[in-house]
């Protein structure tokens, strides 16, 4: 008899979520498994807007970012009488195992679940902001960091046309991830991160004498969880550099796109060590990928620890 095998995506979607769709139903009718999709997160497993998910469902779907089937965010999973509903409608369908694509947020409401109801799950990390504690990389993370190259390339033109500086925030909450790496492959003169302390009065000077050799432009990257704003930046700029400024909030953009061929291939991958790990009787796991490769590590290692950079990279800013 075949095994009931589902899966959802939680929280902020990214641009990995549709080709990892499309793999988890390949790979589960591979595995002799009748895939089901539940639509719309967590709040559609409390709906029971559930389904059996066939090949129909996921044809062409690998080139398109955020998900078909759709992501949300649940206050009422935060409610045990929701999550007693939750469970419910998997036994309904007889859904013995849950994969989850999500963030840190989406996998401590599972380990909730997990540890009320026993429903066996795998969790991919899944998020932009790539702070999730015991990976290195989230799915989504190369396609955002391609949006924000392409923008800054664009911003770049324009700042040196016209001999301006450029404030540029990207998304990360309180994890400057995206803007640590864009600032190295961009090669901006500048970049705040919501992990390092930073005094700008230490770069007046040497800005001051850039200009006076000839720089045109300057572009500043920073993560949107550091202690001011674009604009109070861009103000600095204006008031103590003395070039005109301009502030871009690259926002959503970032969460969306055309998955990059790196995205796919993670997400194959991923799915494939996700079903794996369930059918040979893991209970409990997410799916990591470090220095190692890809490993399995416990719910309570991964939300129970801060994310930190890589001390490499973080030497840019020294």
């Known amino acids: ?41 967590y709040e ?11 090949y129909a469902d996921v044809a062409g779907i690998i080139t398109k970012g955020g998900t078909t089937i759709g992501s949300a965010r649940s206050d009422r999973f935060l409610e045990k009488k929701y999550r007693k509903i939750a469970k419910k409608n998997l036994d309904k369908h007889k859904i013995e195992m ?22 066996k799950f795998c969790g991919i990390p899944s998020t932009i902001d790539n702070d999730i504690h015991g990976t290195e990389y989230s799915l989504g993370v ?27 925030e990207t998304m990360g909450r309180d994890c400057g991830y995206l803007a640590l790496v864009s600032h190295i492959t961009s090669g901006s003169e500048l970049c705040l991160i919501p992990e390092v ?3 700008l009065e230490l770069y007046v000077d040497e800005f001051k004498k850039q200009l006076m050799h000839g720089r045109r432009y300057f ?5 949107e ?32 796109g055309n998955p990059s061929s790196h995205d796919r291939l993670m997400a194959y991958k991923f799915i494939h060590y996700a079903i794996d790990a369930l059918m040979s009787g893991k209970e409990e796991s997410i799916v990591c990928y470090d220095k190692t490769g890809f490993n399995l590590k416990s719910i309570d290692y991964v939300t129970g620890h801060k994310k930190e950079l890589d001390p490499e990279l973080l030497q840019c800013l020294s």
């Open 142 to 168: 190369d396609t955002a960091l391609n949006m924000i190259r392409t923008a800054i390339d664009a911003i770049r033109d324009t700042a040196a046309s016209f001999k301006r500086a450029f404030v540029i």
């Open 225 to 256: 969880g550091i202690k001011q704003d674009a604009q109070e930046i861009a103000d600095w700029f204006e008031k103590e550099i003395g070039i005109e400024t301009r502030t871009i909030v690259l926002g959503h953009i970032q969460r969306g």
């Open 197 to 199: 302390p930073y005094n």
């Open 1 to 41: 008899m075949s095994q009931n095998i589902a899966i959802l995506c939680s929280g902020g979607d990214v641009s990995g979520m549709n080709p990892a769709l499309k793999h988890f139903v390949e790979a589960s009718f591979k595995q002799g498994l009748t895939p089901y999709f539940i639509y719309d997160g």
């Open 98 to 119: 849950l994969i989850v694509l999500g963030g840190d947020g989406s996998f401590r409401g599972l380990d909730i679940f997990y540890k009320e109801h026993g429903v």
């Open 44 to 54: 559609g497993l409390i709906d029971n807007n559930i389904e059996k998910a066939t």
């Open 219 to 223: 572009l500043t990257i920073i993560a």
